[in-house]
C-alpha cells in the first residue's frame, strides 16, 4: 500500500536483490505528479537501489512498481525510460570526448504531454555555466560542471519524473546551493523528482516528503518539518 496523493509512481512492497544478497524488503513508496520525495539514510540503507529497482537495473522479486498508473515491473529499462522516467547516476556516465552541446544532443526527445518541455536554449538559462562551456569537451570539465551537464542531459528527455543519486555528493559547498536552487526550479516547473540523499540541507530544501530507510526498509515517512521533529529517528538512521 503506499500513501500520499495520487501517484505518478507507486513501488508496492518490492523486493530486489543483488545476488543472493537481500537489498530492498519489501519497500514501498510513491511519488506523486510535481512532488518531490527524498530517500534519506546513511551509506549501504539501500537508497541507491531502489532507484535503480524501478528502472529495472536490479533484480525485483516480488513486488509492484507502476508509472502513471501502468504496471512497469516486467519491462526493460530502454522502455522505462521512454515512458517518461528520467535517471541522473551518482557516477553521472557523460560522454567525455563529447563537448556540452552534444552531450545535450544525446538526451533529446520528443515533448511528453504533461511533462516540462525542454530544449537547449532553456536549460542553458537554467544552467548558465553550460554556456560558456558549450563546445568544451565534458572530460575537462570540473565535477559540479559535469553533474549539471548530466542533469540537464537527462531533462533533454523531456520526462515526468527524474530519479537522482545523491545529487549532493563530492560537490563544493558553493556549487550543492546552486544545485539545490536549480532543482527548486525544476520542481516549481512541475516536474516530480525522487532523489537519493544524505545531505539534509538539500532535502530541507526540495522535499515534500522524506523516506527515512534503513537495511532495505522504510523505518520513518513524513514531511522534512515531521522529521525535525523526532531527534529519536535522525539518531537512530541518519546520524553517522
Do not use: C
Not at 551537464?149 to 563544493?172: F, Q
Not at 532543482?183 to 538539500?202: D, F, I, Y
Request: net charge neutral; hydrophobic share 45%; aromatic share 4%.
Amino acid at each position: 500500500m503506499t500513501d500520499g496523493p495520487a501517484a505518478l509512481l507507486a513501488v508496492e512492497e518490492l523486493s530486489a536483490f543483488y545476488g543472493s544478497a537481500l537489498i530492498l524488503d519489501g519497500l514501498s513508496l510513491s511519488v506523486a505528479p510535481g512532488e518531490v520525495v527524498a530517500l534519506l539514510g546513511r551509506n549501504g540503507a539501500g537508497k541507491s537501489t531502489v532507484l535503480k529497482a524501478v528502472l529495472g537495473l536490479v533484480p525485483r522479486r516480488l513486488g509492484r512498481v507502476t508509472f502513471e498508473g501502468a504496471d512497469i515491473s516486467r519491462l526493460p529499462t530502454h522502455e522505462i525510460v521512454r515512458r517518461g522516467i528520467g535517471w541522473v547516476p551518482e557516477d553521472r556516465r557523460i560522454f567525455t570526448e563529447l563537448t556540452t552541446l552534444e552531450n545535450l544532443e544525446v538526451g533529446r526527445r520528443d515533448a511528453r504531454p504533461g511533462a516540462p518541455h525542454w530544449t537547449v536554449e532553456a536549460l542553458i538559462r537554467l544552467f548558465p555555466n553550460l554556456a560558456e562551456l558549450a563546445d568544451r569537451p565534458a572530460g575537462r570539465m570540473s565535477g559540479g560542471e559535469q553533474q549539471m551537464l548530466t542533469i540537464a542531459r537527462t531533462l533533454m528527455g523531456n520526462p515526468s519524473l527524474v530519479l537522482l543519486d545523491e545529487p549532493s555528493e563530492g560537490l563544493a559547498p558553493r556549487i550543492v546551493e546552486e544545485m539545490t536552487r536549480m532543482l527548486a526550479t525544476l520542481k516549481r516547473e512541475g516536474l516530480a523528482l525522487l532523489l537519493s540523499e544524505q545531505n539534509l540541507a538539500v532535502a530541507r530544501a526540495l522535499a515534500d516528503r522524506v523516506y527515512v530507510m534503513e537495511k532495505g526498509r522504510v523505518r520513518f515517512t513524513g514531511t522534512m518539518a515531521e522529521l525535525d521533529a523526532r531527534p529519536d529517528v535522525r539518531d537512530a538512521y541518519l546520524a553517522v
